[in-house]
């Protein structure tokens, strides 16, 4: 079970996020960067919370921390969230979650936000996936070729639908929504208006690649010489981001659900030198695992414990209490990539109606051509 620790939290603490990749203005987050506020209906507050029932899934989304009021005339004393003392926990060893009030959000006309700000008082407290990177190069992929719920009325159905039918989404079953990459120390203010260092693709640039270029946008993501991402390192965060993928095919396959507009939210280490330190640390770090295990298994076997070397006293012998050796202490795993899926606004468990294959169809052609990447 992971610990937990409760930490007053209100709108005023809270600071502009500059790092979403794509999806609407508004996200918020603390001083720390662990968390962020992201402004959201009820319905995707409830579907988050539906999690819980099915912890397979959510290994593979945020941790969801609590809810928050961004109401400025709500009488809200000092709402408290429940937050992880390692934001890098399984999402089912949570508990929930903020204790405020929450004010149902009444029927509205449709009006294209065109990414603006949500029109809603609510929002859902997640575990920032890039905290903890130096450098994060980010990336959003939107899923399905269809991208409207049921209830979506007719004038939304016709927009998206123009949007699938335009881009990669209606063929493959998804398109780029976004990224920003670090381009390198040398880069400062590559990006004018931007994030110094970073070059910023909007939501315009994955609607301009088609069939034959897509596969481009994702070369400008993960092979960067500038910022030190060579060729070999890329491809070694694309084989891990591989194996999450395919993690997460498989348990779809076995869900009954929709998520409609829901994306795959991509980050890792953007600074190759940093890239490289972590590698090597993560290296070091399994190797002495490794060994630990093997000498463990060695005392299972004979009773004692030689280090591996049978000319050496055992190390009972030597004083040593092999039950009280602390593992505390042993050295976390630097952060390189994660994979997420997000935004759940038009999502829900659809018992009796099997896999969504309108995810999965994106989800398979983006593993696809990340394969195709590892041959480049």
Known sequence: MVAMTHRPLRKSQLIAFDHAAAGHDGILSDVSGDILAKPCKQAEIDFYESTTAHPDFAYYIPIHCG????????DVPEPTVVFPSSLNAHASDTTNHLQTTTVADAPQPWVPSNGGKLST??????????????????????????LWADDAPPAKRQKLD???????????????????????????????????????????????????????????????????????????????????????????????SRMYSASLLFVYEGDGAGLQEDFETEKQVLDFETEQQLLELETAQHGVRTNGYPDRPALEDEGVDIEDEDDDDAEELPKIQAIKMIDFAHAAWTPGLGPDENVLHGIRNVIKILEELLTR
Do not use: C
């Open 67 to 74: 809810t928050l009021s961004l109401g400025q005339n709500h």
């Open 121 to 146: 008082d609510s929002a859902i407290v997640l575990e920032n996936v890039a905290a903890g990177l130096r450098k994060p190069n980010i990336l959003d992929v939107k899923l399905g070729a269809r």
């Open 162 to 256: 123009d949007v699938s039918n335009a881009t990669t989404s209606k063929p493959l079953g998804f398109r780029i929504a976004g990224m920003k990459t670090w381009m390198g120390a040398k880069a400062v203010g590559y990006s004018p208006g931007g994030l110094d260092g970073y070059k910023i693709y909007g939501r315009e640039y994955g609607r301009t690649l088609t069939l034959e270029t897509v596969r481009e946008g994702f070369e400008n993501y993960f092979f960067i010489d500038s910022a030190g991402i060579t060729k070999k390192f890329a491809r070694r965060v694309i084989k891990r981001f591989l194996g999450d993928l395919h993690g997460l095919q498989e348990v779809l396959e076995k869900k009954e």
